[in-house]
Every structure is written in structure tokens, then in C-alpha cells.
């Protein structure tokens, strides 16, 4: 009943990197972090990106131009391409390395240890990411709302408002965060020993046959 638990929570632990991953890319390149409406022409609306700015009008449609210089953006939006980067790679490396410690992934009975340390660096990675994603957005949104309040901006100056991505982005960080958090936990629950080596074999073999023929488990 251990190694069911720990392989769901393994799993779940993987799904969750990997969605987690999935929207901090979407989150990179999303041109929505930032959401200017015009209060004088309600028909065209302004969004800022990472990479550029795009103006959407009833007539025209959506057109972007991108930033002229890296240099020439503000500290927040430089700042976060690179920790957005960073955030994209530690995910991908992250899901490589847990999948090689699964437990449905059979090797010799001697390589157990090995596995679990791949599936604890596979979590730590996985956690480093959702924080490489979770810094940059909240930093964006916390500039954000400093330059809304500013009192010395006349109040008929357009503010910048928060935006879907950054939203998305904070989903993306707390999935890659809860995602690292379960694989590490599995990894130190397989630390317990079991009542003997051969049966854990057999029991995960009973468990996850299907990683090797593509047949069902014969005890359902």
C-alpha cells in the first residue's frame, strides 16, 4: 500500500512540473504581463509584454512591435527574461531527471539509491523553477501597483493594470512549486525500508507492468 501511495504521489508530483513548465513558457512570451485601457477611445487597448508591446483595435485588429533595446527596458522587465529563461531550463531539467527515478522505471535492486537521489534533485529543480517564475511576476505586478498609486502622476495619465500572464504566471510557479514539494517527499518516503528487497521487486512489477509490454495490470 507504501508504493502505491508513493508512486501516485510521484506522478502527481511529475504532472504538476510538467503542467507547471508548460504555462511558465506561455508566460514567457504572453504579451498580456501589463493592460492599458484608453478611457478617451475604449475601442483600442494597449498590452505589455516581455518582448513587446501590442495595441488591439476594434478595426485593425492586434499589432505588435517589439522592444527597440534590451538596455533601454526597465530593471523588472530585464530582469525577468533572464530568471524567465532560467525558470523554462531548471523546468525542463527538472522533469528529465525525475523520470529517471521513478519507481515504475525498473533497475537493478543496487541503482535503488541512485534513483531516489535523481527523483530529489528532479524536486529541487522543479522547486528552484516555480521560484525563478514566481519572483519575476511578482515583481512586475508589485511595480505595477507602486506606479497605479503614485500620487505625483496626474490622475488623467493612463495606468498600467495587472494582465492574464501575470496571473498565469503565478499558477505556473505554485504548480512547479507543489510539484517539486511532492517529488521529494516521495523520494524520502522510499528512504523506509521495506519488508524485504524481493518483494518490493514483485510488487512493483504487479504495479507497472504496462511501462514494458503495454498490458494491463493483471490485479484489476
Not at 499558477?171 to 524485504?196: R, T
Request: aromatic share 10%.
Amino acid at each position: 500500500m507504501a508504493l502505491i501511495f508513493r508512486i501516485a504521489m510521484q506522478f502527481v508530483g511529475l504532472l504538476l512540473s510538467f503542467l507547471g513548465w508548460v504555462l511558465s513558457i506561455i508566460t514567457t512570451y504572453l504579451p498580456h504581463w501589463k493592460n492599458l485601457n484608453l478611457d478617451l477611445n475604449e475601442m483600442e487597448n494597449w498590452t505589455m509584454g516581455l518582448w513587446q508591446t501590442c495595441v488591439v483595435q476594434e478595426e485593425a485588429g492586434m499589432q505588435c512591435k517589439a522592444f527597440d533595446s534590451f538596455l533601454a527596458l526597465p530593471a523588472e522587465l530585464r530582469i525577468s527574461r533572464i530568471l524567465m529563461f532560467l525558470s523554462n531550463g531548471l523546468g525542463f531539467l527538472g522533469l528529465l531527471v525525475s523520470g529517471f527515478g521513478l519507481d515504475c522505471l525498473r533497475i537493478e535492486e543496487s541503482q535503488r539509491d541512485l534513483k531516489r537521489r535523481l527523483l530529489i534533485l528532479g524536486g529541487i529543480l522543479s522547486w528552484s523553477s516555480g521560484i525563478s517564475a514566481l519572483v519575476p511576476v511578482s515583481w512586475v505586478a508589485h511595480t505595477t501597483v507602486q506606479e497605479f498609486w503614485d500620487e505625483t502622476i496626474p490622475d488623467i495619465v493612463p495606468r498600467w493594470e495587472f494582465g492574464e500572464a501575470l496571473f498565469l504566471g503565478w499558477f505556473a510557479g505554485l504548480s512547479l512549486v507543489l510539484g517539486g514539494c511532492l517529488l521529494n517527499c516521495a523520494a524520502c518516503s522510499s528512504h523506509a525500508p521495506l519488508a524485504s528487497g524481493h518483494y518490493a521487486v514483485v510488487q512493483m512489477q504487479t504495479q507497472c507492468p504496462y511501462l514494458e509490454d503495454g498490458t494491463a495490470d493483471p490485479q484489476v
